[in-house]
């Protein structure tokens, strides 16, 4: 069975959005010779899980949609337009974790792809095995944070640290559950 891996770009001190909603850091901060692990991700995922947040900003870049990969997209929007293979999902994320692992093929992966809100709810139902974290060197001071509260403790145990030229460091992480 895949394997449902996740991750985000972060700031240095914990956010994926400054306050006012600009991530021209993060894209400042990137190279355009340094692929920061997205070739391997994208080789693995045999379907993403996008918030609507995160879908809509992917489409406003010409992104949304033009997949091979179904995305399923978790929004109680129904009327958010979607292209191609992508369609909108409300309801138990469980169940849609098995309806995807029984619709693609045995080695391939399921990525959920941001936000902050999404990861978290993946964790806090134990729906995620795998975390990306690319740390990237900046301080914002305030904005979105990468988590939102999370009710028990999680062991991560490191599985890859790679850094970059341009001082991002990303940070794979396989998820443990403790109670706390």
């Avoid at 091979?68 to 169940?95: E, I, N, R």
Wanted: glycine share 16%.
């Amino acid at each position: 069975m895949g394997t449902v891996f996740g991750g985000m770009a972060v700031s240095l001190d914990g956010y994926i959005r400054s306050e006012n909603g600009d991530s021209s850091w993060l894209n400042d901060a990137m190279a355009k010779d340094e692929d920061y692990g997205f070739a391997a991700a994208e080789l693995r995922t045999g379907a993403y899980v996008m918030g609507a947040n995160t879908y809509r900003e992917v489409a406003g870049m010409g992104g949304g949609g033009s997949s091979a990969v179904p995305t399923h997209v978790v929004t109680h929007d129904q009327t958010l337009a979607t292209a191609g293979k992508t369609q909108l999902f409300s309801g138990d994320l469980g169940d849609l974790v098995g309806r995807i692992k029984a619709s693609i093929p045995a080695d391939k992966d399921i990525c959920v792809f941001g936000g902050g809100q999404l990861v978290t709810e993946f964790i806090e139902l134990g729906l995620l095995d795998e975390l990306g974290v690319a740390v990237v060197p900046v301080i914002l001071g305030g904005g979105v944070p990468f988590f939102g509260r999370i009710s028990r403790w999680t062991k991560l145990e490191l599985l890859e640290c790679r850094s970059y030229p341009s001082g991002i460091v990303l940070l794979n992480y396989a998820l443990r559950r403790l109670s706390a």
